[in-house]
């Protein structure tokens, strides 16, 4: 299985700054097109109220996470200036490379190490065909006191029945803190219709794991106007896609 470091960032924008944001964002887009070599990711999410952005990155190991700092290293800076960052790394991000990134992203943190995943294949190297048709959802589970192991398994057997029976969900990535209290879970389903499926599939899996986890969902990309979500179980939607690859 390829390495695969994963980061989920949210800016805040400060208010005034949507414009320049705007421009610095497409410059980093601008910047890393030439060479996507172990790129799999760099979508941004961008709240219709100006007022946040969310973005997710895959990246084939350390090597192509230095790669992209690179392309955008000059850029990231003058990004800062607008606004506040924050960052979780998850997967196979090492001690020292963390320390390294919090020079220049001070708050970066440690989501944890890859429990297990679909996104197993070295990055395409390309743009899809059609970017920005995606859906993208975070969830993080809070584990209750005690119930780690149970919450392990349980998570296991619905990422096996999504694995086994969803080919539409193409990224289903578990990540789990070195204390066991909190989960990182990152979804990317190919259409609507896919993420209809997974609700319709997991359900029973997703209610056995709220027995054992507090969960808050976040709900990124191409939804429908009328997909509807159920805050009462800690489902919102965020922010459609702004820019990216995938």
Known sequence: MTEKIFSVARFTINPGNLEAFREKASACMEAIMPDLAGTQAYEWFLQEDGLACSVLEIYDGIAALNRHGRQVGRIIPQILTL????????????????????????????????????????APGAASANPGQKIVAFTRFSVHPGQEALFRERARECFELVEATEPGTSGYEWFINDAGTECLVIDIYDSAEALRAHTRNAEAKMSQLLEVAISQVQIFGAVPPDMVFRPELGVRYVAPWFQGIL
Do not use: I, S, W
């Not at 960052?85 to 196979?92: C, K, N, R, S």
């Not at 001690?95 to 679909?118: I, S, T, W």
């Open 83 to 122: 606004g506040a960052l924050e960052v979780d790394f998850a997967g196979d991000m090492t001690a020292e490379a963390l320390a390294q990134y919090r020079k220049f992203l001070p708050g970066a943190q440690f989501a944890g190490a890859r429990m297990f995943g679909k996104c197993r294949a070295p």
